[in-house]
């Protein structure tokens, strides 16, 4: 698999998402997508950047852009979260990992000496024609979505 870089396509997806329904980054064309990759419903730093996400979403459609969270957690586990922390961003369920390994997020991790196939936190940056503009990898949750809103204002 090629290893995607700012200036390549955006994989597509449809994914089901939280709520019912699908999510579909084609049906986002025309306006730029931040997809934010994090490994795990409810564990304290993807709850941290999901909520960071949500908290500045007036700020990113404000500047015409969408956001979309994508976990292998299932449906029913986002809706959870969703809930829980009154999350107002869309989640996608990518159980194949189909989407999460096309776009390299579904690693060898380790921890505590163990290892494990897992997500790496990652932020995609989507320009309005569907090619990626800029990729976030290993990303640190404090500050980050001020980083990814600046950019995404500068699409």
């Not at 049906?27 to 990759?37: H, I, K």
């Not at 500045?56 to 852009?65: M, N, P, S, Y």
């Not at 969703?82 to 989407?99: M, R, Y």
């Amino acid at each position: 698999m090629a290893e995607l870089a700012p200036g390549t396509d955006a994989p597509d997806f449809t994914l089901p998402r939280d709520g019912g329904g699908t999510i579909s980054l084609s049906a986002l064309r025309g306006r730029p997508v931040v997809l934010f990759f994090y490994p795990k419903d409810d564990t304290e730093g993807c709850t941290t950047e999901a909520k960071d996400f949500t908290a500045a979403k007036a700020d990113f459609e404000a500047a015409g852009v969408a956001l979309v969270g994508l976990s292998p957690d299932p449906v029913k586990k986002h809706d959870k979260f969703v809930a829980k922390h009154a999350l107002g961003i869309p989640l996608a369920s990518d159980e194949s990992l189909q989407t999460l390994e096309a776009y390299g997020v579904w690693k060898e991790k380790s921890m505590y000496g163990r290892t494990y196939m897992g997500v790496e936190r990652t932020t995609v940056l989507v320009d309005a024609n569907g090619k990626i503009a800029e990729i976030w990898p290993k990303v640190k949750v404090k500050g980050h979505v001020e980083a990814v809103l600046e950019a995404a204002r500068k699409l």
